[in-house]
T-cell receptor
């Protein structure tokens, strides 16, 4: 069974731009969660989608948004990028939301 | 407010010995706990989990112990191998009001180094 796939692996953007990250979950998994990892804050929950609906959201500004498609693939968008958005963005999929399986992440650098 | 804490930033162990990684939590609504291992430039890899209705779960060389009264869990790796060298995160799930869907709360991680 293929694992969680995140694209792209690396991104470089400048302040003010927007970015879209993609995540393909494990086949059969309908829950997709997104996390941000930074050296200072660790792994922090962004949001979770299940059957195309956002069920849970972390404490991030509205510039961070996401969506899920009917095939369970998910995208995350960050608008008006700030330097502090530089981080590793991780996507995880699960069957029911508890045991989550992570992708390799997208490393975003904002210059 | 850090609800899941791993107070030891690093741990060094000799190959073949036991590695014990510790984790404390403050939120009494957490009811499911997990351990992940992470190598640089990779996503976390699920290792083992435990439900709050149990106090121990084993999987091969990995055992997780849960002490609910102390709000403490630990991961034991026996015997430790050099390939176990990585960052280990504990995580918790479950919050009041059923709003915990898909949300894991992570500790800051412990760097485990196993020396040959």
């Amino acid at each position: 069974k293929a694992g969680v796939t995140q694209t792209p692996r690396y991104l470089i953007k400048t302040r003010g731009q927007q970015v879209t990250l993609s995540c393909s979950p494990i086949s059969g998994h309908r829950s997709v969660s997104w996390y941000q990892q930074t050296p200072g804050q660790g792994l922090q929950f962004l949001f979770e989608y299940f059957s195309e609906t956002q069920r849970n959201k972390g404490n991030f500004p509205g510039r961070f948004s996401g969506r899920q498609f009917s095939n369970s693939r998910s995208e995350m968008n960050v608008s008006t990028l700030e330097l502090g958005d530089s981080a590793l963005y991780l996507c995880a999929s699960s069957y029911r939301g508890n045991i989550q399986y992570f992708g390799a992440g997208t490393r975003l650098s904002v210059l | 407010d850090q609800q899941v804490k791993q107070n030891s930033p690093s741990l060094s162990v000799q190959e073949g010995r036991i590695s014990i990684l510790n984790c404390d939590y403050t939120n009494s609504m957490f009811d499911y706990f997990l351990w992940y291992k992470k190598y640089p430039a990779e996503g976390p890899t699920f290792l083992i989990s435990i439900s709050s209705i149990k106090d121990k779960n084993e999987d091969g060389r990995f055992t997780v112990f849960l002490n609910k009264s102390a709000k403490h869990l630990s991961l034991h790796i026996v015997p430790s191998q050099p390939g176990d060298s990585a960052v280990y995160f504990c995580a918790a799930n479950g919050e009041a009001g059923g709003t915990s869907y898909g949300k894991l709360t992570f500790g800051q991680g412990t760097i485990l180094t196993v020396h040959p």
